[in-house]
């Protein structure tokens, strides 16, 4: 199995511009997890997903933060327009409903100018 | 809402040695905590979960203590090695399956 994947791995992009960041969970996880790992906050939930549908998004920050689950296998957090204080690393995580550790991607490094 | 805390924040020692990590929470309704490895500019790798209803968790080295009603937990390193460096993350997680994570421990194992 390849793993929970990420894309892109490394993103720089100037404030205001629009970013989307991938997910392509473990096959037959039905769990998808966002999480956002800062210097100052640590790793914090984002929203998470239970059969592509939203259960939890009180963790996103502001309105320019959206998230999708158009399927079991890919999901996109999209934020529009970008600020500089959303540099951070962002991580995806999926888990099957019958088990219960997570499982990580490598992460998505963004940079906003 | 759930606070979870690690203590030290970072840790140096010389290889061979034992050492403990912890970790505390606010809140005792858990579902079950989980250890995290992370390596500089990696992802998080699973080391050992320990359910509500249990006390401890052991794989090879690594020992995991959990007492819920002092909302507690310890990650215990027998022998530790230069490959053990790494920053260790405590996480609890509710019954919705969020984790709620520490700020980690920073471990450097000297040669």
């Known amino acids: 199995d390849a793993g929970v994947i990420q894309s892109p791995r490394h993103e720089v992009t100037e404030m205001g511009q629009e970013v989307t960041l991938r997910c392509k969970p473990i096959?037959?996880?039905?769990?998808l997890f966002w999480y956002r790992q800062t210097m100052m906050r640590g790793l914090e939930l984002l929203i998470y997903?239970?059969?592509?549908?939203?259960?939890?998004d009180s963790g996103m920050p502001e309105d320019r933060f959206s998230a999708k689950m158009p399927n079991a296998s890919f999901s996109t957090l999209k934020i529009q327009p970008s600020e500089p204080r959303d540099s951070a690393v962002y991580f995806c995580?999926?888990?099957?409903?019958?088990?219960?550790?997570?499982?990580f991607g490598p992460g998505t490094r963004l940079l906003v100018l | 809402k759930q606070e979870v805390t690690q203590i030290p924040a970072a840790l140096s020692v010389p290889e061979g040695e034992n050492l403990v990590l912890n970790c505390s929470f606010t809140?005792?309704?858990?579902?079950?905590l989980q250890w995290f490895r992370q390596d500089p500019g990696k992802g998080l790798t699973s080391l050992l979960l320990?359910?509500?209803?249990?006390r401890e968790q052991t794989s090879g080295r690594l020992n995991a203590s959990l007492d819920k009603s002092s909302g507690r937990s310890t990650l215990y390193i027998a022998a530790s090695q230069p490959g053990d460096s790494a920053t260790y993350l405590c996480?609890?997680?509710?019954?919705?399956?969020?984790?709620?994570f520490g700020s980690g421990t920073q471990l450097t194992v000297l040669p």
């Open positions: 995580a999926s888990v099957i409903g019958t088990e219960e550790t997570q499982y």
């Open positions: 096959s037959g996880h039905d769990y």
């Open positions: 997903f239970n059969n592509n549908v939203p259960i939890d």
């Open positions: 809140d005792s309704a858990i579902y079950n």
């Open positions: 320990i359910q509500s209803s249990q």
């Open positions: 996480a609890v997680c509710g019954s919705a399956r969020q984790l709620t």
